[in-house]
């Protein structure tokens, strides 16, 4: 059974930092390209970053370029995202995902392409 746990979401002001985690369990973590997306209410979930599986390559979404930084722990089974000078557009429910296909070269920004899912982390900025 694959679990997907994100965590270190929370309420921050406007210009603050958050790091989320995501720790995989049930599959094998490192084949896997990863994913964070973000669902604010009455939106749809959309693509804010994702890493291939070997850590190398990233692809952000424009609303999160030099500000959000996407990497993995291979070996501890995580993915992080680092989020930085925070707006209060970014307030969201933000979700791990791991792509369905393992190996895959190319990042994908879609939500069909992931298989996996996290319950999501709240993420409130306050101005």
């Known amino acids: 059974q694959v679990q997907l746990i994100e965590s270190g979401g929370g309420l921050v002001q406007v210009g603050g930092s958050l790091r989320l985690s995501c720790v995989a369990s049930g599959l094998t973590f490192s084949l896997y390209p990863m994913g964070w997306f973000r669902q604010a209410p009455g939106t749809e979930r959309e693509f804010v970053a994702g890493i291939n599986w070997r850590g190398d390559s990233v692809v952000y979404a424009d609303s999160g370029k030099g500000r959000f930084t996407i990497s993995r722990d291979n070996a501890k089974n995580t993915v992080y995202l680092r989020m930085n000078s925070l707006k209060p557009d970014d307030t969201a429910i933000y979700f791990c995902?791991?792509?369905?296909?393992?190996?895959?070269?190319?990042?994908?920004?879609?939500?069909?392409?992931?298989?996996?899912w996290g319950q999501g982390t709240q993420v409130t900025v306050s101005s």
């Open positions: 995902a791991a792509d369905g296909q393992k190996f895959r070269a190319a990042i994908r920004k879609d939500v069909s392409s992931y298989n996996y």
